[in-house]
């Protein structure tokens, strides 16, 4: 069937900074008798290549000025993209003022967003503010019932197919999506420009927030089959690495759940920079079932996998340093999901290949936890945004509030649990025992459930392993925020802690250390809690 609204063009305005596939273009509109406008670099750009070109200056009589501010900015160009072709008063102002149409606009803008990730000064971020581009184009796409505007190179081939079907012009179907594309653009352009200013002057919360983002990847669904979903990434002057980054080496398209859980993996295994030592991160439905560190990532991995072997299948495992072979071949003995990872050696991807399913994401560096930031989410009618839990405990920041003071090596299992903590939904509870997770209580109501649930589940691990006693004998424990009752404490006690990390400011705060003093427990206080819902 023909299309109905069929816009032939005659003539095009083209204004490109990116200039992919322009000449090409040029070259094309030219061979179907198009008359072609343009400015500075891209009507050079197009002479040079020995596409015929008209400076806009020429076209509307009136030069170039002020460094280029002004030079689309004008009756001849808004009023050849705006005029409506069958309604006889715009027919009459055109040919009144001389205006003649403008068919089809090729313009992307001036390079803002690359601009502040180069952390230009603030002088050049602002002549990189395209005020004329954006015009063009919202008076392009309101028109678009006869113009047909192109923001993106990738459009290119869908109006050179349309006009080649339909005899050098586009349908209405094609005019409709490229319109919705452009608007897009200029408000996703006016998001970048209005959170970079917002920056500059110190608004962490101003009065009205944009946000703007990519689309990656269109999901097969979201956490559940009834549920559609995407995958969009933002644009920051520094990218975090992380999934957003990563480049997918092998495997099945990554789903939402995939997603959600990689990120969490992959921002706890940052926590323990390659510089500290090999460190591995076992994730299950965005909660830790296992972390440990240790002398080779190899040993690192068995020991997070010790933690819980059961949750551990169908997994997402995150690594902090480069994926070797021997490691992978314990990862390949049981189902895993996504393995992430800095990098990876030749040897570990040819035995990860032999797993068809198994997606690897190599993401070239860590996550810098101490990276500030905002997160976001949705909620009925609204949104919240705060800054990134970046906060970090240092043994200078401990707090020793009982008789007997934490040994060394306590002191490094108490901070490795604290860590771990904080990347745990609350409440939060962790058993930690020479630098490896033996027990994990997470997402419950109230912390004595958090506490039973990871003893509970090390008795269950300490057993599938063939030990003699629970894991969590001769652990410390962390409590993500402080405990409210002595129960809590006392329950790890008799699971066989010797010291505890917690944040402190409980109204009880002196019952809980006398619990800690009448059991023999070292304690210390952060400060600090991290709460995780």
């Not at 919202?138 to 349309?162: C, I, L, M």
């Not at 002057?237 to 859980?261: F, H």
Request: charged share 25%; with cysteine.
């Amino acid at each position: 069937m023909s299309d109905r609204n069929p816009a032939p063009i005659k003539r095009a305005l083209l204004s490109v900074s990116d200039k992919s596939g322009l000449i090409e273009f040029g070259q094309f509109l030219e061979s179907q008798g198009v008359e072609i406008l343009s400015t500075g670099g891209t009507a050079k750009a197009l002479a040079d290549a020995g596409v015929a070109v008209t400076e806009v200056s020429d076209h509307t009589g009136f030069p170039e000025m002020m460094d280029g501010r002004v030079k689309t900015l004008h009756p001849k160009i808004h009023g050849g993209l705006l005029a409506l072709r069958d309604d006889e008063a715009h027919v009459k102002a055109m040919a009144d003022h001389d205006i003649a149409r403008i068919d089809l606009l090729v313009v992307n803008l001036y390079p803002f967003e690359e601009t502040v990730e180069k952390g230009a000064d603030f002088a050049t971020c602002i002549e990189n503010i395209d005020i004329g581009g954006p015009a063009m184009i919202r008076s392009a796409a309101k028109n678009h019932k006869f113009v047909t505007v192109v923001v993106e190179a990738g459009d290119y081939d869908a109006v050179r197919a349309s006009m080649m079907e339909n005899n050098g012009a586009t349908t209405i179907a094609l005019r409709k999506k490229l319109a919705a594309t452009a608007f897009a653009r200029t408000g996703s352009y006016d998001a970048a420009i209005s959170s970079w200013f917002a920056k500059e002057v110190g608004h962490a919360y101003p009065d009205r927030i944009n946000i703007t983002a990519n689309r990656q990847q269109i999901l097969r669904y979201g956490e559940n089959p009834h549920q559609d979903a995407a995958f969009y990434t933002s644009r920051g002057s520094k990218p975090r690495p992380g999934i957003a980054t990563a480049r997918q080496i092998q495997g099945k398209e990554l789903s939402y759940n995939n997603l959600n859980d990689t990120d969490a993996a992959f921002e706890l295994v940052s926590e323990f920079g390659s510089k500290i030592g090999p460190a591995v991160a076992i994730i299950k439905h965005a909660n830790p079932c296992g972390v440990a560190q240790a002398a080779t990532l190899t040993e690192a991995y068995k020991r997070a996998l010790l933690c819980d072997q059961t949750s551990a299948f169908g997994g997402i495992i995150a690594l902090n340093g480069t994926l070797d072979a021997a490691t992978a071949e314990e990862i390949v003995k049981i189902f895993t999901e996504v393995v992430i990872a800095p990098d990876a050696d030749e040897k570990a991807l040819e035995i990860l290949a032999g797993k068809k399913n198994l997606r690897l994401l190599l993401t070239g560096g860590l996550a810098d936890p101490r990276a500030g930031g905002q997160t976001i989410k949705s909620v009925a009618g609204g949104y919240l945004l705060q800054a990134r839990d970046n906060g970090k405990v240092t043994m200078d920041d401990l707090k020793v509030v009982t008789e007997r003071r934490p040994t060394p090596q306590e002191l490094q299992d108490l901070l490795f649990a604290f860590t771990v903590c904080k990347h745990v939904k609350s409440n939060a509870i962790i058993y930690v025992k020479d630098g490896a997770t033996v027990g994990i209580g997470a997402g419950q109501m109230s912390r004595i459930d958090s506490a039973r649930v990871a003893v509970r589940k090390s008795e269950d691990a300490s057993a599938a392993a063939g030990l003699s006693e629970a894991m969590t004998k001769g652990s410390v424990v962390a409590s993500d925020a402080f405990f409210p009752f002595a129960d809590g404490l006392i329950h790890a006690a008799e699971a066989g802690v010797t010291a505890v990390i917690q944040p402190g400011g409980s109204m009880r705060d002196e019952e809980v250390i006398a619990a800690a003093n009448e059991r023999g427990l070292a304690m210390v206080m952060t400060g600090m809690r991290h709460f995780r819902h």
